[in-house]
């Protein structure tokens, strides 16, 4: 497992899945379009990226695979590393040394969060926008800490707009901003990719997210104060940008390209005043590029390793949860569970409904098909379906506001139960074999 970035772009290099590119690009587009180009292949990493010394790393993991062996574990153990960390969080100790992200501390008039290489995505982008950036930040009364990513809008020099969602961060700054008080965040930029993925956790009220991480890495995970804020961070991280989220006020952000593929509209949201800017002697700039596998794959298992949980309650012999690409790792679920009982396809769909509100669409088969093959999945809808029984549709329910399908997120839900009766006439469901086929090889015949 990997507790550095730099670290982790070790292994990339050893393993031959990094490309390096020595042109020069610029973060206008160009250095999103070579990430496109690369999506779900390779990590990129650009060292001539407009004027700036400091180099630009994206891709930083682009398949289950690359996400399973940053933790140190296989792509079938990865749910459940996830799941033990979320269940037993271990503490972050303190670090004795001076973190190396401290080699440069910005304060003052010297802030520009221009000098740093931030790239513009997508067309219509209202500007450049930080997208990789760890945010933390204190509980005002039990001094916990909550980890969150947000799209960060560098408006100038020194401020930055923030999309928050009406999730932790957004429960924590209506407290400060009820009292009319600044609040103190910590925005981290080049972490180690365990950091990424808890940071993604979906856990209630009052779990620290760094904890997660914490277990993920076996208790490798130390942490360093900042210089101007009340905020703990990750003593490898590459960038600290520091500063306060300001009571009351709201300045014009967005437009920006969201995760369903589309832009997320422009709005009046609150602002981020930076306090101090630190960073290492050589830094790696960290940017997701939004809409690509690194960014949706990340959330996409956090949610699927939550929806199990919710499933098991009901369907105690649920199998395995897929929340698609194709619905950017959001709104489609396919699971498999071992039917023991008549009725148990459809209450897996209620179930998968009741756990997140952005589910749409849930498609539930027996546990001999591969959930994560496609063909596999139109093959059990095509011969163990029948609309007329077999499907729910639920009119007029919460889903999410970014799909645009939906009216201001009021959205339909369907469930497709494909699951076999227990009840039906085994002549007709009997599937196909060759016998011997398992053991067979191409090799042994040409
Ligand atoms: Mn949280």
Redesign the pocket.
């Known amino acids: 497992m990997f507790n550095a970035l730099r670290e982790w772009i070790g292994h990339l290099e050893e393993s031959n899945k990094i490309a390096k590119i020595e042109k020069k690009v610029s973060t206008e587009y160009e250095l999103a379009g070579v990430t496109k180009l690369f999506d779900g292949e390779k990590a990129c990493l650009f060292n001539h990226v407009d004027d700036f010394q400091m180099p630009v790393l994206s891709n930083v993991v682009y398949d289950r695979e690359s996400i399973a062996e940053s933790i140190g574990v296989q792509k079938e153990d990865l749910r459940n590393k996830f799941l033990e960390s979320m269940d037993k969080p271990v503490k972050c100790e303190m670090s004795e040394n001076v973190p190396r992200f401290k080699d440069h501390i910005i304060t003052g008039n010297d802030i520009d969060l221009l000098k740093l290489p931030i790239p513009i995505h997508h067309e219509k982008d209202g500007g450049r926008y930080i997208t990789s950036g760890l945010l933390i930040v204190k509980d005002i009364n039990t001094g916990k800490q909550?980890?969150?990513i947000h799209r960060l809008q560098v408006f100038n020099k020194n401020e930055m707009g923030i999309l928050i969602l009406p999730?932790?961060l957004w429960h924590i700054f209506s407290q400060y901003e009820k009292e009319k008080k600044e609040l103190d965040i910590a925005i981290c930029i080049g972490n180690a990719p365990a950091l990424l993925l808890a940071s993604q956790a979906i856990?209630p009220?009052g779990?620290d997210?760094l904890e997660i991480a914490n277990a993920l890495l076996d208790n490798m995970l130390k942490l360093s104060k900042c210089e101007t804020v009340n905020v703990d961070v990750p003593e490898n991280c590459e960038i600290v940008i520091e500063g306060k989220l300001i009571p009351g006020l709201r300045k014009e952000e967005g437009p920006f390209g969201e995760f369903p593929r589309y832009y997320g509209p422009a709005g009046n949201r609150p602002v981020i005043k930076v306090t101090a800017v630190n960073y290492r002697d050589d830094a790696i700039y960290h940017t997701i590029l939004p809409g690509t596998k690194e960014h949706l794959l990340l959330g996409g298992i956090a949610r699927e390793a939550s929806m199990i949980r919710t499933i098991a309650h009901t369907v105690p012999t649920v199998r395995d949860v897929h929340i698609t690409f194709g619905s950017s790792c959001r709104y489609h679920a396919i699971i498999s569970i071992k039917k023991e009982h008549e009725g148990e396809g459809k209450n897996t769909i209620l179930a998968a409904f009741s756990n997140s509100h952005e589910i749409k669409q849930v498609i539930v088969v027996d546990e001999e098909i591969d959930i994560f093959d496609h063909d596999s999945v139109e093959w059990a809808v095509a011969t163990r379906f029948q609309a007329g029984k077999d499907m729910i549709v639920v009119k007029g329910s919460l889903g999410s506001k970014l799909d645009p399908s939906s009216d201001q997120g009021i959205s339909d839900k369907i469930g497709i139960d494909a699951t076999l009766s227990i009840n039906r006439d085994p002549d007709k469901f009997n599937v196909m074999t060759i016998p011997g086929l398992e053991n067979m090889a191409k090799e042994d015949y040409i």
């Open positions: 909550n980890v969150s999730r932790h856990t009220y779990i997210e």
